[in-house]
């Protein structure tokens, strides 16, 4: 049995089936509409969400299967009881559990007491079906995903760590611009750069955004990340020179630019670019559809 807590845990070649079995699916979605008959799986989320939540019910449905949704946003888990017991009551009844919280452990304590694949569909640490649906949303607008040079722009989150795991495992050279203090995880990026060091490929932290250049690819998120009440506004003065706008996409020489949404436009992302020629913002957002069904065949 696998889980997908981390992304970590999957290998290059495993990497790339995921990302081929979404495209085939993409393709031809109809021969895939029984593939998970009479299978289940239970879909949990702490926080809200319009993408993840609405393309993991619909993955199940295409696949022929059924996701139930749980509404955790008013009760955290492990409140009414511990998560152990609400792993063991699930695993009696679905083939898999998709979950989005607060904190990466109450997946890994899913995993732990569980008897069915765990898939993180975003956590305080890793969103890593995110980076899987970017990196095919690369892959066919740029043809490659080797040597691909992407820049990751403003707040060090839960997204910036997924994408330097995925970039590292499939040889993308990840530069992540970052005021100082606010990059991505310490660990996370210690972790990912000796498989990026296997897979011939580099992974950096910088802050000298003046100095962007020979990019292929700019991503940005949020500033304040889900669940962090800090006005914009209050945090705009350190990461304005990181926002995506037309100058900076001209000087970074990028032919592609992409954010995982919700976008808070005119803060991390103009307008102009967003709604530009480069912009694959809404590829991205249909692709969530495609690697969860991908996933849901692979690890169900
Ligand atoms: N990108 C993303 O995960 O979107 P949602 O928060 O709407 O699911």
Redo the contacts with the bound molecule.
């Keep these: 049995m696998r889980h997908l807590l981390t992304g970590f845990e999957f290998n290059q070649d495993e990497y790339l089936d995921i990302l081929n079995t979404a495209s085939e699916m993409k393709k031809n979605p109809l021969n895939f509409n029984e593939v998970l008959k009479g299978r289940s799986g239970a879909i949990m989320f702490e926080k ?6 609405t393309t993991f019910e619909l993955a199940f449905y295409r696949l022929g299967g059924h996701g139930v949704y749980l509404d955790l946003q008013n009760g955290e888990l492990g409140k009414r009881e511990t998560i152990g017991d609400y792993a063991r009551n699930l695993c009696r009844w679905v083939d898999c559990l998709v979950g989005r919280v607060y904190s990466q452990n109450t997946l890994e304590q899913l995993a732990q007491y569980g008897s069915v694949p765990v898939i993180n569909a ?1 956590s305080d640490l890793y ?1 890593p079906a ?1 980076a899987m649906a970017d990196y095919l949303t690369i892959k066919e607008h740029l043809g490659k995903l080797k040597g691909v040079n992407l820049a990751y722009l403003g707040d060090g989150n839960n997204v910036t760590n997924s994408l330097l795991v995925a970039g590292a495992i499939l040889g993308i050279n990840v530069s992540c611009f970052c005021p100082k203090g606010y990059g991505p995880d310490v660990q996370v990026f210690s972790k990912a750069s000796e498989n990026a060091a296997k897979n011939g490929c580099k992974l950096e932290v910088r802050d000298d955004i003046e100095n962007i250049k020979n990019m292929d690819v700019l991503y940005t998120d949020t500033w304040v990340s ?1 669940g962090d009440n800090t006005p914009l506004d209050m945090v705009k003065k350190r990461y304005m020179p990181y926002q995506i706008n037309q100058n900076l996409v001209d000087k970074s020489g990028a032919s592609l630019v992409m954010h ?3 976008a808070h436009r005119n803060y991390e992302i103009t307008d102009e670019v967003m709604d530009g020629p480069k912009s694959v913002v809404f590829d991205e957002a249909e692709n ?1 559809l495609h690697i969860h069904m991908a996933l849901l065949a692979k690890l169900i």
């Design positions: 809200p969400s319009l993408r993840t939540r975003l969103h995110q889900m995982c949404l919700p969530r």
